[in-house]
């Protein structure tokens, strides 16, 4: 559950004849969806490559979370939700993490769909059941569809509007109708749609929380938990899907279990006392400095760095470009250069490091150079619309010398900021027209995050700029993050093996009310290239050249001062797990380990 990350061979099934005003249609039957590409695995294959299907059943697996839970409800518009609340529902059809966009028959059987993508049709394996015994029907899928246009996020009202509608045609048969034909909003309604089960969620509110677990569908189910503290997924023993092909080799622990801790370092103190099993570290000093003592010595805990080719986040420290102080893009690249990242990666983070410049950063689609004349037929037109350096510079964040002294940096800072209408005064950063000083909040959820943003910090005083750091708890955070009632955060864009149509749900300016769109970006070109990508889906050439295109445009808007990545997991484990010789190329793919009773006989008895 804890790395569940978040189409097909086509057979011909005939022809459906339209109106006398319309043209045939042919009709597509497919035992998969593929979003980009072409499916890895046949109609018949018989579990995914990086699996061990015979992987034994037993044993748990016990993770931490910081902070607390108020909630079994993932998808209420207030609260915090429980660790692993949406995946006690299966979807419709199962990612490979082996592919970019494939994905499989779960609860659906196959689909069919008229090849200009006005409709398409999904039949229910009839085996199909969730948690109380309940078939799962196509009304199911119908009414989760409605639940989610009526009470879910504005995101998704917006995103899927130009779906007509979605009804049972019979017991076991959904379908779905576009008012206006979209391929790619049809197949990503279909392929991540939770099945919310109707009998349950009928008298209740979607937006709102839930104080006790709801029933679900999936491999795992709510057996256990204290509120705020603790909570118990065990995997369903007649678990009706367990033998699918997407299922096979997977979900081998009998128990999942979150335990909840004040902070980050009491949780790593409690990992290494042994009262959980698993940890994937993002903190460089602890990973450095703290991961030792017995039981690393005995051999009991195994710590290890794993390299990946998943694409990676652009992580930053977040401008909402709708607070008046940040909607001047030089005010934003004067900010960047008070981040001294060649500084911090050596004193505090150990160099283990590499800082991002790409919201494409590990995949084909970053920007490199200067444009290419297949990006141009995309840029030129929107040139008054973007900044100039697009056409003339590539970008790269600020560099120093790494002593701690950012005094070039600071001049370049300052010449940005007196171009913008600000000059010092009594060494405090004022603007020149309203006297008001340059003052903002950073808003954060971890004690961690503190440590890394002091030094931006005291950067930011010696340019006469007040960054004050604010520390809220979770529930706080989500909230004002909903609310968009903050000047900065500590966030990330995740980074997509491709540009997908979700690009829209994070830079459009037509969801700006997303909490995806974290910087609040409301951009002429911006809205054109990301519409175009969602029309060029199918189109790979188009999408070769549109990505960096788009990249470039954010990259010289300055909306975040990149922070890092790291090109590894790096994970610490008590030595009891075995896994598949395989591993999925975009997962950590801990959904596929299990417990080796041998290993786990020489542990001490509470992490056996």
């Known amino acids: 559950m804890k790395n569940r990350f978040k189409r097909g061979l086509p057979l011909l099934a005939g022809l459906l004849l339209g109106s006398a005003n319309s043209f045939a249609v042919e009709v597509i039957e497919s035992a998969s969806l593929v979003g980009f590409g072409t499916a890895k695995y046949a109609p018949d294959f018989k579990h995914f490559d990086y699996v061990n ?57 196959k689909a069919r769909y008229a090849d200009d993508f006005s409709w398409m049709e999904i039949d229910v394996n009839p085996k199909a059941r969730f948690h109380d015994g309940q078939s799962i029907t196509a009304k199911d899928v119908a009414f989760t569809f409605d639940k989610f246009m009526k009470e879910g996020v504005p995101q998704f009202r917006v995103f899927y509007k130009d779906v007509k509608s979605v009804t049972a045609i019979s017991p076991l048969t959904v379908r779905i109708e576009m008012s206006v034909p979209n391929r790619e909003k049809l197949f990503s ?33 709510i057996t256990s938990y204290q509120a705020g503290q603790s909570v118990t997924y065990s995997r369903v ?7 699918l092909p997407v299922n096979v080799g997977r979900h081998n622990f009998d ?34 400095t703290l991961y030792e003592g017995t039981n690393f010595e005995n051999g009991y805990i195994k710590k290890e760095e794993i390299p990946h080719e998943i694409p990676q986040a652009m ?33 505090l983070f150990y160099n283990q490091y590499t800082r991002p410049r790409s919201y494409f950063q590990n995949t084909p689609y970053e920007a490199k150079g200067l444009p290419t004349q297949a990006e141009l037929k995309y840029l030129a037109p929107l040139k008054e619309q973007i900044p100039p350096r697009v056409f003339t510079e590539t970008y790269q964040p600020p560099v120093t010398d790494g002593s701690g002294r950012i005094r070039q940096q600071a001049r370049k800072a ?4 007196k171009e913008a ?49 604010r520390t809220v708890d979770t529930t706080q955070y989500i909230k004002r993050l909903r609310d968009r009632d903050f000047d900065m955060v500590s966030s990330g864009y995740s980074a997509n093996p491709y540009p997908t149509q979700n690009l829209l749900i994070v830079w459009n300016s037509k969801y700006l009310d997303s909490t995806y769109n974290t910087a609040g970006v409301q951009d002429p070109a911006i809205d054109s290239l990301t519409e175009q990508i969602a029309a060029h889906q199918q189109d790979p050439e188009a999408l070769a050249a549109l990505g960096p295109a788009l990249d470039r445009v954010l990259q010289w808007n300055f909306f975040v ?41 020489k542990l001490p008895e509470k992490r056996r």
């Open 53 to 109: 299907p015979n992987a034994p059943k037993g044993g748990s697996i016990t993770y931490a979370e910081v902070g607390t839970y108020d909630s079994f409800n993932r998808y209420a518009s207030r609260g915090v939700s429980v660790a692993g609340a949406d995946e006690i529902y299966d979807t419709l059809f199962a990612p490979a993490n082996d592919e970019i966009d494939s994905y499989y028959p779960l609860i659906a059987q």
């Open 189 to 221: 309604l279909v392929e991540g749609m939770n099945v919310l089960p109707a009998h349950f969620w009928k008298d209740k509110k979607l937006s709102e929380p839930l104080t006790e677990p709801p029933i679900g569908s999936s491999a795992y189910k």
């Open 237 to 243: 023993k007649d678990y009706w899907a367990a033998d």
């Open 255 to 288: 128990t999942i279990r979150y335990d909840y801790y004040r902070d980050d370092t009491v949780t790593l103190e409690a990992f290494k006392a042994g009262e959980y099993d698993f940890r994937q570290e993002n903190v460089a000093k602890f990973w450095a």
């Open 315 to 347: 992580q930053g420290f977040v401008f909402n470009t709708q607070r008046p102080v940040f909607q001047d893009v030089r005010v934003r690249e004067a900010l960047n250069y008070a981040m001294d990242f060649e500084w911090m990666n050596k004193t």
């Open 414 to 417: 300052f010449a940005l900021l």
């Open 421 to 469: 209408g600000w000059a010092l005064k009594d060494q405090v950063m004022t603007n020149v027209k309203t006297g008001e000083p340059l003052a903002f909040e950073l808003l954060i959820y971890s004690p961690t995050t503190e440590r890394i943003a002091i030094p931006l910090q005291k950067n930011l005083k010696q340019l006469g700029i007040d960054m004050k750091i």
């Open 561 to 601: 001062i990149p922070q890092w990545y790291l090109s590894t997991f790096r994970i610490a484990t008590w030595d009891k797990f075995d896994r598949p010789a395989v591993r999925p190329k975009y997962a950590l793919g801990v959904d596929t380990w299990w417990v080796d009773t041998a290993k786990a006989a």
